[in-house]
């Protein structure tokens, strides 16, 4: 079944404590992204990456990493994470830069920093 | 920066009512996209929307793209519950690759 997987899904955290929440697609894309969802906010877009070891800054990068190093993986890291990163996050995916292309959603990870 | 403003924020109707969700900017976009999302699940893409003053229909969605391409519109015919969910449109932020979503529309169809 073609799909966007992203883990943990829930992850409750404290403040400083790096994490990282993965991000895999099986359908060969070369475009991925990362988004927060925030009430009232709408989507963010926080990275992205055209293709292998070809990523970008999105809106709101700050405090964020990602690195692209397989086609299929874009793990998303928070080196400290801070109580403002508390989000719903999405990874996306589709098959070109080309942005009339279809994104593909993860089904989202839910985070909580304390 | 450019912004997409959706309205309204919220909507709550009959089923059976008709309605319109508007998404306006005061840039240009080289295209719109129109997700739904529901609750627990990432956004799932309904239509592209590509040249300006196209017009398509999804069923009882209809989309329209304005001729100036700053704008677009979701009209709904004769909503149902299932209709229920986040309406957000989205769009290429000019000369990049990024994605700039709007602030959704809630949406929620009363039986």
């Known amino acids: 079944e073609a799909q966007v997987t992203q883990n943990p899904r829930y992850l409750i955290t404290v403040t400083g404590k790096k994490l990282t929440v993965t991000c895999s697609q099986n359908?060969?894309?070369?475009?991925m992204s990362w988004y927060r969802q925030d009430p009232g906010l709408g989507l963010r877009q926080i990275y992205y990456s055209m293709n292998v070891e070809v990523t970008d800054k999105g809106d709101v990068p700050e405090g964020y990493k990602v690195s692209r190093k397989e086609k299929r993986n874009f793990p998303l890291i928070l080196e400290s994470p801070s109580p403002n990163q508390t989000s719903l996050y999405f990874c996306a995916s589709s098959p070109s830069p080309v942005l009339q292309e279809t994104q593909y959603f993860g089904p989202g990870t839910r985070l909580l920093v304390l | 920066t450019q912004l997409l403003e959706q309205s309204p924020q919220f909507l709550s109707i009959q089923e059976g009512e008709n309605l319109t969700v508007y998404c306006n900017s005061s840039?240009?976009?080289?295209?719109l996209q129109w997700y739904r999302q529901e609750p627990g699940e990432g956004p799932v893409l309904l239509v592209t929307?590509?040249?300006?003053?196209e017009v398509k229909k999804l069923k009882r969605l209809t989309f329209q793209f304005g001729d100036a391409r700053k704008d677009s519109s979701l009209h709904i015919t004769a909503a149902q519950p299932g209709d229920t969910g986040l309406y957000l449109c989205a769009g290429e932020a000019s000369g990049t690759y990024k994605y700039i979503f709007g602030t959704g529309t809630r949406l929620k169809v009363l039986a």
């Open positions: 840039s240009v976009f080289s295209s």
């Open positions: 359908m060969n894309h070369e475009y």
């Open positions: 929307v590509v040249t300006g003053g």
